[in-house]
């Protein structure tokens, strides 16, 4: 291992803000994906012709439920998919290029982890409880030749005092560390490849209230300073608004509504969204929280017309038909009400 | 002259409400250390789980135990309960010591008290049915059929598992999270207790699944004046389920107050970093960061000297903070905290 511990490291910031082919058009367009599993009891249709945009520079959060398909959509931009798949379709753009069209290898070498990388749900947990954490952090470099070791080395100690980790701790294996700290080393391995996109799949929801709020803290600072673009994945409402500019609500494997932050906290628009702002619990403005009776429905075998069409207040005739997505100002939504802009 | 004679002493003034038989639990300077050995018999230190913690809980009364994981939340749930041995401190129940009891001798208190877990999934036998998990405390406790059958039907009821015939025969699996937490609660006071503890009972929920749970708590505290001890480590669900809260931090209990008070003036630096830590959903957040204290909380092994949260106190006084723990100061009428700020 080399030891130049006193050598200038590059200003990364330029690396990452840029890539060669930064087009005008919007970072990442999905396009009408679909992801279905087979379960033994059937197709489980786990993403249902989501379609949105981000723009440069945007930080996305996509909220919902537990099992309403948030991470399968996740999984489904970053092709890491189980070997259950029945139908996986759709289009997805980074900077213009189509890269649902990419081979497996091609998507490998490519794009995971070089353009998009991922901090999935506890994977604190995964680190390699036998490698020291530096050698685990520098591995995606090491892949393929990407860099020398010794550059690698350098750039996982750029990316540990992005994190705000000791840099002794590059040598120090995954058990001596807190749960905050073996975190952030998850998200300095996904800086350490220069993406220009991080999903984060609950990167806190596994930590204390003090911890989880020095991560947001840290994830705020890395999206200023080096102009990454999050994909912030929770089910926790209050969090997610710690790091978002646009808000995606998910319901039922479906997207049902895409709004500006501004718009999504003080005045949803799907009366689903409407329900799930009303029932999170505030500490400062009393409110009596709501609950949303009844349950999501199965995904194995969903009805007909709009999904949530059970447990709305605001049904009405036309909701037995599927809504389309509607322009409603600067966001889009999944429902009826919105039939006229 | 009588309350003035109670007020020169806790222990006095908590023996004499006592005898008003206002309280249903009382802690007195409890402590549950661990004993850590090194290969199976050399002793090698304590884990202090529980540090010194007195609190009383009434009648009918609600309380929320707030902390971080490893504070010792749990540890003094399991005590309370029984399951896990005081080291020292003394713990009443309905008048009844609890502490030094072999565990075959509080039999009477598993009818006094239910416990709600933390995941409804892995505290419900995944091959019984829902009849069978309800019955099971029926048949320790020696009911006969008729009145079995009355209670599982009384109890499903009340945490709305109806129509009670379609679930009986179902198995915790083709249960929702939230029916499996109704059932949990179910089970809890099937015994009709006097005191639920409840740990942590709906973190592992939907969102819009864990109001309407702790408002099915709250209603049945209500309806049968239980005494509720509630841990949890969300401050924010706070306020919807009781009066008063008590604050914990690697073992001790900080702060002591009632909910109101700790949202609007919160003393201990720990509860004020606890508190700006905690976001409400407003989009504004996302361009500010947070003022919060950094480090993690202290080893349980080995705790610093003096206060314990104090290597990461923004208002550390020097040569006090770190030398001597502080006591309990009352800086406000029913607002106990332990930090030499208030003395």
């Known amino acids: ?341 | 002259m009588c309350t003035e004679m109670a007020r020169s002493s806790v222990g006095y003034m908590s023996e004499a409400r006592e005898m008003e038989n206002n309280i249903l639990l009382s802690v007195k300077g409890l402590q549950t250390w661990f004993e850590l050995k090194r290969w199976g018999f050399l002793h090698a230190g304590f884990v202090r789980g529980v540090d010194g913690i007195s609190f009383e809980l009434g009648k009918g009364e609600a309380v929320t135990v707030v902390g971080e994981s490893g504070s010792g939340k749990t540890t003094l749930l399991r005590t309370i309960l029984g399951l896990a041995r005081p080291t020292a401190g003394k713990i009443t129940f309905n008048g009844r010591r609890i502490e030094g009891q072999h565990a075959s001798d509080l039999a009477w208190l598993r009818s006094q008290v239910g416990f709600v877990q933390q995941d409804p999934y892995g505290a419900l036998a995944p091959f019984m049915t829902v009849d069978r998990i309800l019955r099971e405390p029926l048949i320790v406790h020696k009911m006969n059929e008729e009145e079995q059958e009355q209670r599982i039907t009384e109890a499903m009821d009340e945490v709305r598992l109806i129509p009670v015939k379609d679930f009986l025969s179902k198995y915790p699996h083709m249960l929702s999270g939230g029916q499996q937490q109704r059932l949990v609660i179910a089970r809890a006071i099937i015994l009709h207790p006097s005191m639920i503890v409840a740990d942590e009972p709906v973190s592992m929920l939907d969102a819009s699944v864990r109001v309407e749970i702790l408002e099915l708590m709250r209603k049945i505290q209500q309806a049968h004046n239980l005494g509720v001890v509630y841990v949890t480590h969300d401050l924010s669900s706070v306020r919807y389920f009781s009066e008063r809260v008590f604050i914990m931090y690697a073992a001790k209990m900080v702060e002591k107050t009632t909910v109101r008070e700790v949202v609007q003036s919160p003393l201990h630096p720990y509860t004020q970093a606890l508190l700006k830590a905690i976001p409400d959903p407003e989009p504004e957040n996302a361009g500010r960061f947070r003022d919060i204290p950094i480090g993690e909380p202290p080893s349980l092994i080995n705790p610093p000297e003096g206060c314990r949260f104090h290597p990461r106190c923004p208002h550390v006084i020097k040569g006090l903070c770190d030398a001597d723990m502080p006591p309990e100061f009352e800086p406000a009428p029913d607002h106990f905290v332990e930090c030499w700020l208030y003395q």
């Open chain 1, 1 to 341: 291992m080399m030891r130049k511990l006193n050598q200038k490291p590059k200003p990364i910031a330029d690396a990452t803000a840029a890539g060669p082919e930064k087009a005008s058009g919007p970072l990442l367009k999905v396009e009408d994906v679909v992801l279905y599993f087979t379960a033994t009891q059937g197709v489980v249709r786990a993403v249902e012709g989501v379609s949105f945009e981000l723009a440069h520079g945007q930080s996305l959060a996509i909220v919902g439920e537990s099992g309403c398909g948030k991470t399968s959509l996740a999984r489904a931009i970053l092709r890491l998919l189980p070997r259950n798949v029945a139908t996986y379709e759709g289009r997805i753009f980074l900077n213009g290029t189509d890269i649902m069209k990419f081979s497996d290898e091609r998507f490998r070498r490519d794009v995971r982890w070089v353009k998009i990388s991922m901090v999935s749900q506890a994977a604190m947990n995964s680190l390699n409880p036998v490698i020291k954490l530096g050698q685990q952090v520098a591995e995606p470099l090491l892949l393929d030749n990407r860099t020398d070791k010794k550059e690698a080395f350098e750039r996982a100690r750029q990316v540990f005092r992005i994190v705000g980790i000791p840099l002794a701790f590059l040598d120090r294996y995954a058990f001596e560390l807190s749960g905050g700290m073996r975190q952030r080393a998850i998200i300095a391995m996904a800086l350490i490849a220069n993406p220009i996109l991080v999903i984060l799949d609950e990167p806190t929801s596994a930590l204390d209230v003090l911890t989880q709020a020095n991560i947001m803290n840290a994830l705020k600072k890395i999206k200023q300073e080096l102009r990454l673009n999050f994909i912030f994945i929770t089910h926790d409402i209050a969090t997610s608004s710690e790091l978002a500019d646009e808000v995606i609500c998910m319901y039922a494997g479906q997207l049902v509504e895409h709004s500006t932050a501004d718009r999504f906290y003080r005045d949803p628009l799907h009366p689903y969204a409407q329900k799930l702002m009303a029932s999170v619990p505030t500490l400062r403005v009393y409110k009596k929280p709501e609950f949303i009776t009844g349950q999501p429905p199965s995904l194995l075998n969903p009805p007909e017309g709009c999904r949530f069409a059970d447990r709305c207040t605001k049904r009405f005739e036309r909701c037995r038909e599927e809504p389309p997505l509607f322009v409603h100002g600067d966001g889009t939504v999944k429902c009826w009400l919105y039939e006229r802009g």
